[in-house]
């Protein structure tokens, strides 16, 4: 532990010295060039009168709007203008997004500058499994964001290679503007590996699953920052031969209807790449309503803090998830080595019936919302847009499992260090380049497309 405090000083000292002056800060000021109403601004005194948006061709104003909690009759920051910005940056609808205050006779307008992104994307594509790049998937997706203007989604297509898959999911954020209504549906037909290793010990012999669903969700905006949502769901789960646990039922097929309820929480400033705020995500789900032999329950709390140190930015986030119930299937165990990848261990899979996650994190961010443009002929110039950030960060990740049943060992400890730079192409795609050591000082190199933040 003493060699983990020092390594991190040492690093944090190093870095916030040398990235001290390069730093490539891409923001552009939120106060117009008017002196007085410069002051007006930095003093907090300026009032807003009318807020207009200019680009959004697709997308209805009040999409954005609902990111823009402003009191006309109360004075604004430059603070509040920016976490605006961020707001409706965070809705991935756009390339860029610029605000600033415009002087019209005697009254201040708010201009919202949107370039919006490419929103319908019929594609073949190449992917990874579980952050695993011996897990290749390959198919056809057509995905059409912001299909009528309300940031709605809708995606289907279908996967081979690795757990081959038909999907197909529609989800509304706005579904009501008048209500804040959220509506969620989603399909899925699928035949995927077995992920539990205990499952495989007895017989010594992997072995695959079929599994279908169908699940319809209702929930409601309840502020800027306060969602919930709830669901119903049917789910079908096959083995090709039965072994106790691997199922539930002794037939080897788990039937069951399952009720999920969601509560989220969510104030950060930029939620791709936020620089302050806080995010809670509780979700409950109920497995096996009705007659059935399938009865168990998940429940699972994610918490996010992020706040600024100066030059660096502090994360801090905790994941648990507890699996309860009189018979508990493999599948439905809780891992580390899939979509949850504890870095210094990044390639080993580690399973228990419940589990707690945290990962520390001081980010030093080199650039920030540097936005380029490629120019290519006949190619839509939303497709060549970016806005790109850059951070250097050392981190410090800790899991402890928790097993209910007899054949898993009752509790484990497991934690990785290290450090990586960060590359975040929005509206796109993220990616880490990172070194990691585990708590035997054995070192890895990690590539990964995901960030856990």
């Known amino acids: 532990m003493k060699f983990l405090i020092l390594f991190f000083l040492l690093v944090i000292i190093f870095i916030n010295h040398l990235f001290a002056s390069v730093i490539i800060d891409t923001s552009y000021s939120v106060i117009d060039s008017t002196h007085s109403k410069k002051e007006d601004l930095e003093n907090n005194n300026l009032i807003i009168h009318e807020i207009r948006i200019i680009g959004n061709q697709k997308t209805k104003k009040e999409t954005i709007l609902r990111e823009v909690n402003l009191d006309l009759s109360k004075p604004i920051s430059p603070d509040r203008l920016k976490f605006f910005e961020n707001r409706i940056l965070?809705?991935?609808?756009?390339?860029?997004?610029k605000i600033f205050i415009s002087k019209e006779a005697d009254k201040n307008v708010l201009i919202i500058l949107v370039q919006e992104a490419w929103y319908i994307w019929p594609l073949p594509f190449v992917d990874i499994a579980d952050r695993d790049w011996k897990k290749i998937t390959y198919g056809l997706n057509l995905g059409i964001q912001n299909l009528t203007g309300k940031n709605e989604s809708l995606n289907t297509g279908f996967s081979l290679g690795y757990d081959p898959k038909f999907y197909l999911s529609y989800y509304n954020p706005n579904?009501?503007?008048?209500?804040?209504?959220?509506?969620?549906?989603?399909?899925?037909?699928?035949?995927?590996?077995?992920?539990?290793?205990?499952?495989?010990?007895?017989?010594?012999?992997?072995?695959?699953?079929?599994y279908y669903a169908f699940e319809i969700g209702i929930g409601k905006r309840l502020n800027i920052f306060n969602?919930?949502?709830?669901?119903?769901?049917?789910?079908?789960?096959?083995?090709?031969?039965?072994?106790?646990?691997?199922?539930?039922?002794n037939t080897g097929i788990d039937r069951a209807i399952s009720f999920q309820f969601n509560y989220i929480y969510d104030t950060r400033d930029f939620t791709a790449y936020p620089k302050s705020?806080?995010?809670?995500?509780?979700?409950?789900?109920?497995?096996?309503?009705?007659?059935?032999?399938?009865d168990f329950n998940i429940l699972e709390v994610e918490a996010k803090k992020i706040f600024s140190l100066g030059n660096p930015v502090f994360y801090l986030r905790n994941y648990s998830r507890v699996l309860v119930g009189p018979q508990l299937p493999y599948y439905a165990n809780s891992?580390?080595?899939?979509?949850?990848?504890?870095?210094?261990?990044?390639?080993?899979?580690?399973?228990?019936?419940?589990?707690?996650?945290?990962?520390?994190?001081f980010r030093f961010p080199l650039i920030e919302k540097y936005v380029f443009k490629f120019n290519f002929p006949y190619i839509?110039?939303?497709l060549t847009t970016y806005n790109l950030n850059v951070d250097f960060h050392t981190f410090f990740d800790i899991a402890f499992l928790v097993n209910k049943n007899q054949v898993l060992k009752k509790t484990r400890a497991l934690n990785g260090f290290g450090f990586g730079f960060s590359f975040l192409f929005l509206p796109y795609r993220s990616f880490n380049i990172e070194i990691a050591w585990n708590q035997l000082l054995k070192p890895q190199f990690i590539f990964d497309l995901n960030l856990p933040f």
Do not use: C, M
């Open 277 to 294: 705020g806080a995010n809670l995500n509780i979700a409950y789900k109920k497995v096996g309503l009705g007659e059935t032999v399938v």
């Open 175 to 210: 579904f009501s503007f008048e209500h804040n209504l959220i509506l969620k549906l989603r399909t899925v037909l699928q035949k995927r590996n077995n992920r539990s290793i205990e499952a495989i010990k007895i017989n010594n012999k992997n072995f695959s699953e079929k």
């Open 90 to 97: 965070s809705l991935g609808l756009f390339n860029d997004v």
């Open 335 to 361: 891992f580390i080595g899939y979509r949850e990848r504890l870095r210094g261990y990044f390639n080993d899979i580690f399973e228990s019936n419940s589990l707690n996650f945290s990962n520390l994190e």
């Open 380 to 382: 839509p110039e939303e």
């Open 227 to 249: 969602f919930i949502t709830s669901s119903i769901a049917f789910e079908y789960l096959q083995t090709e031969e039965y072994y106790p646990l691997r199922t539930v039922s």
